[in-house]
Nanobody, 121 residues
């Protein structure tokens, strides 16, 4: 079965850190550009970050640049998003997506069920 499974979310105080993981199965993970997107309550999907096949190129939304890093371990079929210096506005459900940045918000894109990040004191 082709699927993506996210984990690593939780409740953290402002300024804290979290490490999100996304494990892929059912397809050749290394062949695909991958992205993270998020959705806060009552808001639409927002692109967060992307990484190219092979990991040579990364990109970030301005809202997270300098605070988040994205990486991949193709041997473990795993996508990672490291979240540092978290702010309350980072609270959202985070999804990994099998897509480059420009397609990551399309409805037809493969995404996981998400992992919840809540930043609160």
């Amino acid at each position: 079965e082709v699927q993506l499974v996210e984990s690593g979310g939780g409740l953290v105080q402002p300024g804290g850190s979290l490490r999100l993981s996304c494990v892929a199965s059912g397809f050749t993970f290394a062949d695909y550009d991958m992205s993270w997107v998020r959705q806060a309550p009552g808001k639409g999907l927002e692109w967060v970050s992307s990484i190219s096949s092979g990991g040579g190129a990364t990109s970030f939304a301005d809202s997270v640049k300098g605070r988040f890093t994205i990486s991949r371990d193709d041997a473990k079929n795993t996508l990672i998003l490291q979240l540092n210096s978290l702010k309350t506005e980072d609270s959202a459900m985070y999804y990994c997506a099998r897509a480059p940045a420009y397609r990551s918000l399309y409805n037809a894109v493969l995404r996981g069920r998400g992992t919840q990040v809540t930043v609160s004191s």
